[in-house]
């Protein structure tokens, strides 16, 4: 499969990573296995992981997570709200001021971000946001297995090896006691995902996380 990409060796700037979710563990679920092999390529990289709604129960399961997976950033932020979980579209104008500022944050290299068909409406508004509000940025719109469904063949795929694939699972499933009682939210689950995106985007480890690019320049 023909790979582009980041640098292989260290940009001169550190990258600057934006990372969006509706709720408190879709970064993890969406784009951990990402998150965890640019940091080790790149371990001057700044973060700044945002999530839009969360209990003070969750956010507490959440800032245990994202230490763990930022632990080689060189810097990072975590930012969380507290928009009620479900009602997003009743909330848009109220989100979009948070997003707005964003902007103040910095420009970001790349935005891991919600797909824009997801079925979840707070994914959608997520999604939708982002391309609004960062339109000439690099957007991978990560995918989350749930009951809705929605899973499509991604675009573009990040992959690593299968001690890597095990570190996000590890951290999520200690990390989020509150998700356990969720059907879907096992170690088989999120493993099974990431082995048939491995698959599919020939990745030599067989292990990865899929994406959905929607635009790219290729310079």
Not at 53 to 82: D, N, P, Y
Not at 177 to 203: H, V, Y
Request: glycine share 8%.
């Amino acid at each position: 499969m023909l790979e582009l990409g980041l640098p292989r060796s260290a940009p001169k700037k550190p990258l600057h990573i934006l990372c969006l979710g509706a709720h408190c563990d879709d970064i993890e679920l969406g784009c951990g296995g990402a998150l965890l092999t640019l940091l080790a390529r790149y371990p001057r990289t700044r973060v700044t992981w945002v999530a839009f709604s969360g209990s003070a129960e969750r956010v507490k399961e959440l800032k245990a997570s994202s230490r763990r997976f930022l632990s080689r950033a060189g810097s990072s932020q975590v930012i969380t709200h507290e928009f009620r979980d479900g009602f997003f579209p009743g909330q848009f104008s109220a989100i979009k001021e948070r997003f707005e500022g964003l902007k103040q944050l910095g420009s970001p290299d790349l935005v891991f971000t919600h797909q824009r068909d997801e079925h979840h409406q707070d994914h959608r508004v997520v999604a939708e946001l982002t391309w609004n509000t960062f339109r000439d940025h690099l957007i991978l719109q990560y995918e989350i297995p749930k009951y809705e469904g929605g899973l499509t063949t991604p675009s573009a795929y990040i992959a690593f090896d299968k001690a890597l694939a095990e570190r996000k699972i590890r951290i999520l499933l200690d990390c989020y006691p509150t998700q356990r009682r969720k059907a879907w939210f096992t170690a088989d689950t999120i493993r099974g995902l990431m082995r048939l995106r491995g698959i599919e985007s020939g990745s030599p480890t067989g292990w990865a996380e899929g994406f959905h690019a929607a635009k790219l320049l290729v310079g």
